[in-house]
């Protein structure tokens, strides 16, 4: 069972791409969306101010598409709102599965698992690495 220690930043997963989540929603721009989480104790470890990425699945462009920080958590339900910024240059599923400890994240390991998924310390680290700092605000 997952410790706070444990994550380091939240993974929620959708299977719509950013500009279908919002055609407004601009490369470099903020949106705040509240996202639909399974209700398990992993609810009750999401805290305001966690970081967040929204990982898009699907066979169109799969990867980090957003990054992002929880604002608030539905104490007794299964909702997170979240405040994402939208990369200019999504992290594309590839480049996580060639990094030696990014690969191991459990989204890659079980792309079908429920929301939320969650990154290490060290696999946070890594993917923090692929981002391109002109894709950050």
């Given amino acids: 069972m997952l410790t706070r220690d444990d994550v380091a ?10 500009g279908e989540v919002d055609p407004d929603w601009q490369p470099r721009t903020e ?13 009750d470890l999401v805290t305001p101010g966690d970081p967040v990425l929204l990982w898009c699945s699907g066979r169109v462009a799969p990867g980090v598409h957003a990054v992002g920080t929880v604002v608030d958590t539905d104490p007794g339900g299964a909702d997170v ?9 999504p992290v594309p599923r ?3 599965l060639s990094d030696p400890v990014a690969r191991d994240a459990e989204v890659l390991r079980m792309p079908a698992g429920s ?7 060290a696999q946070w680290a890594a993917v923090q690495a692929l981002i391109p700092s002109a894709g950050r605000t």
């Fill in 9 to 18: 930043c939240w993974v929620l997963k959708s299977a719509v791409l950013p």
């Fill in 31 to 43: 949106v705040e969306t509240t996202r639909c989480v399974r209700r398990t104790y992993r609810v």
């Fill in 81 to 89: 709102v979240v405040r994402w910024t939208r990369l200019a240059d």
């Fill in 94 to 96: 590839g480049a996580l």
């Fill in 115 to 121: 929301n939320p998924s969650w990154l290490s310390p």
